[in-house]
């Protein structure tokens, strides 16, 4: 199984690992900091031993490719170096993070399921299923969200298990995706806002989310709502 260093400790921003398979322009380690594209979020970029990591992507169920500019003489064994783009990364986590506290703030409101999601580094979107499209309401819950941010609370991870975490209540606020079966589900909590079985990467403190700002707010259908959102 291959070790995802982001799961231990989403502020590894280097590390040392051994190339386990090469196909193509994509490279399999042992372990990365590297977080995959997917539930959302952008694939990581950086380097390894210097060359571009352009994207990461998911490699069958349990596997994690690096797509590189190029492989070079890279072969299975070779030890590597891998630097994230940092700047980026904790922007994505502190973004990913931010869509949570939105989501949940739009759920306790409304009872607003997710129906889709786009983090990215400069500006992200939540689409939510919805009735009402009132600006002036979503407003107010981005003005509560912040309010949230201000107090600070923990943001923790863990693993339960799989039944145990589906007996929680609104666990998944997704409307159509189930987490995928593994007996641990890994869990994500806003102390006091949110609980979540999520495999991504968030921020340790609620605080360092920093400002959520809205851009703007689509009517996207009969009950499907747009928002972007960034953090100056
Ligand atoms: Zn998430």
Redesign the pocket.
Known sequence: MMRKLFWEDAYVKEFDATVTSVEGNQVVLDQTAFNPRG???VGDIGTLNGVKVLDTIKAGADSIAHVLETTGSLVVGNSVHGVLDWNRRHRIMRM?TS??LLSAIFHKATSALITGNQIEPDKSRIDFSLDDFDREKMLVYCSQANEAIAKDPPVKTYFMKREEALKIPGITKLASVMPPYFEDLRI?EIEGYDL?A???V?VKNLGEVGKIEPLKFENKGKSNRRMYFTIP
Request: glycine share 34%; net charge negative; aromatic share 8%.
């Open positions: 539930g959302g979020l990913h869509a949570h994500f979540q999520d495999g991504g968030h």
